[in-house]
């Protein structure tokens, strides 16, 4: 996921921190130490079968005899007291195993109750957390046709990774996941990407929350509504884990923020903690925002404690590509403790700049490497180390920019040259 302006040959997928702050490190890992400590030591822990270690050291370091009577003398007791301390030493035995079985009963039932969360934090590093693909199905605006395009999008050799909103203005969330469980090969191994918009992006009355609600509460509400879309919770019956499936949503981004100023409001700040709380919970491996300026993740990267971990923002060309936003992140500033800078995603990156397609620079360097313009756009795109976000209809125009990522991620680059004349040409003012 390093941003940088040459791609390494033999880069493959944007890799993803797990760690973000320095405090959110500590405090995680203080927490990972508690559960685990609160697992051996607390009350049903194991560390309660030292009852009967207890019992069983007592027994054995009592004097030795044919048969422990109750004193020392076993030769002389009489057949009655061996009797009884028969029994005793039976009735010991199963008091014993029932103490050993309520032990090991109250232990599973703390490890399942009191860290199941650490349990899903541990698993954020396993199979369960495919990584974030360079080219990515948008699916705003698609409206009736979401279902059948996402359905196609996911065919084999196709798209891997899909990214949504709960934002019914432009998005059909529902239909997403309803497409994604219909093909039960995609289940687990779709990239799932989906958004929390703010109640200003909203039609009135279409909100996944109540408008009256706290900003965590509407956070908390649209998240597990988006769970339920996307088929990674129970049907919406409540707005928490209860009905969780268990797998993460891949990424979790603010879609704009509620007032756009610098620094960021109370309101967007209360919206962010809501997003690392999902995070640190285990519910989401990657959460960001889209729609935002350099300043805004500044401010974060700063005083949050879980710095963002992806970036999506209209790509405009006059720009140079939103570079100021790109060089931000791959700051020190913004990287996490494991040096990784958070993803630049970039949108509309062929709708927003259609003039630079047509610009005599970029007709012949795509001529030289057999590709449409649009395809060289997105093969550039890759090389300087932005994931894309594509929507379109066309399945030849699919497998034109599918095979433009994959040149560059088998090495055949772009020559510096070339990406110089596209940087070049993109504040060409002639154009």
């Not at 997928?13 to 559960?35: G, I, N, R």
């Not at 509620?258 to 700040?269: A, G, I, N």
């Not at 997003?275 to 925002?289: A, H, K, N, P, T």
């Amino acid at each position: 996921m390093l941003v940088s302006s040459v791609l390494i040959k033999g880069t493959t997928t944007p890799s993803v921190p797990l760690a973000s702050s320095s405090s959110s490190s500590s405090s995680s890992s203080s927490s990972s130490s508690s559960k685990k400590n609160s697992r051996s030591s607390g009350a049903g822990g194991v560390e309660n079968f030292s009852i009967v270690n207890m019992m069983l050291r007592q027994k054995h370091h009592r004097p030795k005899s044919a048969l422990y009577l109750g004193n020392h003398n076993a030769s002389r007791s009489s057949p009655a007291r061996i009797a009884v301390a028969c029994v005793r030493f039976i009735a010991t035995g199963l008091a014993c195993s029932a103490l050993i079985g309520l032990c090991a009963v109250a232990h599973r039932h703390h490890v399942t109750s009191a860290s199941k969360t650490k349990w899903l934090v541990d698993r954020r590093t396993t199979v369960l957390k495919p990584n974030m693909p360079w080219l990515i199905y948008g699916t705003a605006w698609k409206q009736a046709e979401t279902y059948s395009l996402v359905r196609r999008a996911l065919q084999p050799g196709k798209f891997q990774g899909i990214d949504t909103a709960n934002q019914r203005k432009h998005y059909r969330e529902d239909a997403v996941g309803r497409a994604v469980q219909s093909l039960p090969a995609t289940k687990t191994a779709v990239y799932l990407q989906s958004k929390y918009t703010p109640m200003n992006g909203h039609a009135r009355g279409t909100e996944p929350y109540d408008e009256t609600a706290s900003a965590e509460e509407r956070v908390k509400a649209s998240f597990w509504s988006t769970m339920a879309h996307l088929g990674l919770a129970e049907e919406e019956q409540g707005n928490d884990a209860s009905n969780w499936r268990g797998r993460p949503l891949d990424a979790y981004l603010i879609h704009g923020l509620t007032e756009w100023k610098v620094p960021l409001s109370d309101e967007d700040w209360r919206i962010y903690r809501a997003m690392e709380d999902l995070y640190q919970s285990g519910y989401v491996l990657r959460i960001g925002l889209s729609n935002v300026l350099p300043q805004h993740v500044l401010e974060l990267c700063e005083k949050a404690v879980v710095k963002p971990h992806v970036v999506q923002n209209r790509c405009y060309a006059t720009t140079r590509f939103d570079e100021e936003m790109r060089n931000m992140l791959a700051s020190d500033v913004c990287k996490h403790d494991d040096g990784t800078a958070p993803t630049y995603q970039a949108f509309s990156l062929l709708t927003a700049n259609s003039r630079i397609l047509k610009h005599e620079t970029m007709q012949p360097i795509a001529a030289r490497r057999g590709e449409t313009p649009a395809a060289t756009l997105i093969a550039f795109a890759r090389q300087l180390g932005m994931v894309t976000l594509t929507g379109s209809r066309d399945e030849a125009h699919w497998n034109a920019d599918l095979r433009a990522v994959q040149r560059i991620d088998d090495g055949d680059l772009l020559s510096d040259d070339d990406v110089q004349a596209i940087l070049t040409a993109a504040t060409d003012e002639r154009v």
